[in-house]
């Protein structure tokens, strides 16, 4: 191959990867960069969104939770019937309730109702919610929920306390 040959096939092939640099960029590289930026747009605009639902929400005032006070007895059965009654309100079915002993820890007695429950899935967040926002003193020690085909199963136990000796 002469030198002359070697400049045509220099020249073609410069020529040729000219062409790919030239279709890459106008058909990989600008619309990406376009993509981008009007993903930059849209993120800051939803940006700003939120930050103006949050400065909205924090002007309002917030509703203020029951002060939780302790009873002078631990009521079991006023409890039950408190917990059955918000169980049966949300559609939420209890299968089984146990009660562990009570415990006094100086002034203080506390009792674990442990209860199994299914429900559909609302329902049963909506149950677990009202239980947690009562004025009177109970607390959800443990919760274990499962997924089911139509709703939810779990195990919660709900300690109440109270005051003084019983």
Wanted: a negative charge; glycine letters at 4%.
């Amino acid at each position: 191959m002469t030198l002359r040959g070697v400049l045509k096939n220099v020249r073609l092939l410069s020529t040729v990867l000219i062409v790919e640099i030239l279709v890459v960029y106008f058909f990989f590289y600008l619309p990406v960069s376009t993509n981008l930026t009007a993903e930059k747009a849209l993120v800051t605009s939803l940006e700003n969104q939120v930050q103006d639902i949050t400065a909205e929400n924090n002007s309002k005032p917030q509703p203020e939770r029951p002060q939780k006070t302790l009873p002078e007895q631990l009521e079991s059965e006023k409890s039950l019937s408190l917990l059955n009654k918000l169980a049966e309100d949300n559609r939420v079915r209890v299968i089984q309730v146990t009660q562990d002993k009570p415990v006094t820890a100086g002034e203080v007695r506390s009792l674990g109702i442990n209860l199994i429950l299914e429900g559909a899935r609302d329902d049963v967040i909506e149950f677990i919610s009202q239980v947690e926002n009562q004025p009177r003193l109970c607390t959800i020690s443990s919760l274990q929920l499962q997924s089911l085909e139509n709703g939810l199963r779990g195990m919660m136990k709900v300690t109440v306390f109270a005051m003084g000796q019983n």
